[in-house]
C-alpha cells in the first residue's frame, strides 16, 4: 500500500464502545504529519485518548486481534511508507501533559510532557538531574521506553515508577526493577502503554541546573543537526566504542541514497535532504550496516524504532540477515 492508499474502516469494530468514548478517534491519520523524519504512511486508526480512564475503556472494548502502536513526539521513529496497520495511539498533551510536584524532588509527569519541558519543571522547583532532557526532543513516553540518556545520565537513573495500561484495558503501576531498563531499551511487555510516571532528582541550586542546561544546549547547537528532519543516532553504540566512529570508519560520513543522507555534522544521524521516502531512510541505514560490517567488523544495531508495513514490492530484507 502507499501513503496515497487508505486502510478499511476500522470503527465498526468496537461497536456501540464509540459510544463512551471521549477521545479522538482519526481514521488513515497520516504519520508523516508527525514524525521528525516526515516520512509514514497512514495509521489505520488513530486514537487520541481524553486521559488514562477513557484510554483502559478503548483498549478493553478494542477486539484482541486488532494490532496497536503507540507513538510519541516521533523523534526516534521511522514509519514506513505502507503505513501502520491496526490503531496507533498518539498520548494528547491535554490529558497527559500534567507535571506534579510532590515534594522530596520527586515529580509525577505525564507521558506527553516534552522531555525539555520536564527539565524546566524540575529547574524551578531546584531538582537537579533533569538537565540532559533539555537536549532531547521526545517527550516522557518515549523517554521511558527507550530509556533516553545524554550526558551520562539516563531515564532509569531518574524513574521510580511508571504508571501503564496493558493491552486489555487495565491499568497497572511498574518499579523501576520491572521496566528491565538497558542502554536504549526497556524490557517491560511491548503491549504496555506509559501514562505517567513518578521521577526523582537531588537538591540543586537553580542557577547550577540553568548553567547545566545551557551547556547542553550549546553542545547540541554545535555537535547535531537539530534543526534537520532526522530521527536522532541511527545506531546505537557498540560496547567499547562510537557509532559514529564506525559509520566514519566505514566511510559513510555524508552517504546518499534517494533523498536520505548520512549527517556530514555528525554522521550517526540520518538525514531526510530532498524529499526521502521511509524506504530511503532504511535502504541507507541497512546500506551503512553492511559497509560498516565488511570495513570495521562492527555490527551496528538500529536505535532508531522501524515501524509498520513496506509498500507492496518494496519490502527492505536486513542485508545482514537479521531483524532487530
Ligand atoms: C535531534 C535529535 C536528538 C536526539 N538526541 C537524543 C539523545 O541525546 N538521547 C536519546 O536517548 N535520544 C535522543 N534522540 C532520540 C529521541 O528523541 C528519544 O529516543 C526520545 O525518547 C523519543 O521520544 P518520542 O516521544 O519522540 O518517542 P517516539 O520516537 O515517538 O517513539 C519511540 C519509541 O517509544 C515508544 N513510545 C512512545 N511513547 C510511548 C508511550 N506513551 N508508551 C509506550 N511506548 C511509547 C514508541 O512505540 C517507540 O517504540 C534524539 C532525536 C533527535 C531527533
Redesign the pocket.
Known amino acids: 500500500m502507499s501513503a496515497s492508499l487508505s486502510y478499511p474502516d476500522l470503527l465498526p469494530l468496537l461497536g456501540d464502545a464509540v459510544e463512551d468514548i471521549r477521545g479522538r478517534l482519526i481514521p488513515n491519520q497520516l504519520l508523516s504529519a ?3 523524519f516526515r516520512v509514514g504512511g497512514p495509521a489505520q486508526l488513530m486514537f487520541q485518548p481524553a486521559d488514562e480512564a477513557d484510554l483502559a475503556v478503548f483498549m478493553k472494548a478494542l477486539p484482541e486481534d486488532v494490532p496497536v ?9 521511522l514509519v514506513r511508507d505502507g503505513g501502520i496497520e491496526g490503531v496507533v ?3 494528547p498533551i491535554r490529558g ?1 501533559g500534567q507535571v506534579e510536584y510532590l515534594g522530596g524532588h520527586k515529580l509525577r509527569v505525564g ?2 510532557v ?2 525539555k519541558k520536564l527539565a524546566e519543571e524540575a529547574a524551578k522547583t531546584g531538582t537537579g538531574g533533569f538537565a ?1 532532557y533539555t ?17 551520562g545520565t ?2 532509569k537513573d531518574r524513574v521510580v515508577n511508571v504508571n ?1 495500561v496493558t493491552r486489555s484495558g487495565e491499568i497497572l503501576t511498574l518499579s523501576n526493577e520491572e521496566m528491565g531498563y538497558a542502554y ?1 531499551h526497556s524490557s517491560a511487555s ?1 503491549d ?4 505517567s510516571a513518578v521521577f526523582e532528582g537531588f537538591a540543586q541550586s537553580e542557577d547550577e541546573i540553568r548553567a547545566e542546561m545551557a551547556e547542553v544546549v550549546a553542545h ?1 547547537e554545535k555537535a ?3 534543526r ?1 528532519k ?4 541511527t545506531f546505537k553504540n557498540p560496547e567499547g566504542n562510537s557509532a559514529w566512529k564506525v559509520v566514519d570508519a566505514a566511510g559513510c560520513r555524508g552517504l546518499q541514497i534517494g533523498g536520505a543522507k548520512m549527517s556530514e555534522l555528525h554522521c550517526n ?1 540520518m538525514l531526510n535532504v530532498a524529499d526521502a521516502t521511509a524506504h530511503d531512510l532504511e535502504m541507507l541505514g541497512e546500506t551503512v550496516r553492511s559497509e560498516a560490517l565488511a570495513k570495521t567488523g562492527t555490527r551496528l544495531e538500529w ?3 522501524r ?1 509498520g508495513a513496506f509498500v507492496d514490492g518494496a519490502a527492505i530484507e536486513p542485508f545482514l540477515g537479521k531483524a532487530d
Not at 69 to 77: H, I, Q
Not at 192 to 195: E, G
Open positions: 508527525v514524525t521528525w502502536t503507540v507513538v510519541g513526539l516521533g523523534s526516534n521513529l495511539i498518539r498520548l497527559f507521558a506527553s516534552p522531555d540532559f537536549g532531547i526532543p521526545g517527550a516522557v513516553g518515549g523517554a521511558l521506553r527507550m530509556n533516553a540518556g545524554a550526558h539516563e531515564t501503564a536504549r511491548k504496555l502503554i506509559f501514562t547540541r547535531q543537526p537539530i534537520e532526522t530521527g536522532g543516532s544521524f536505535e532508531i524504532k515501524l
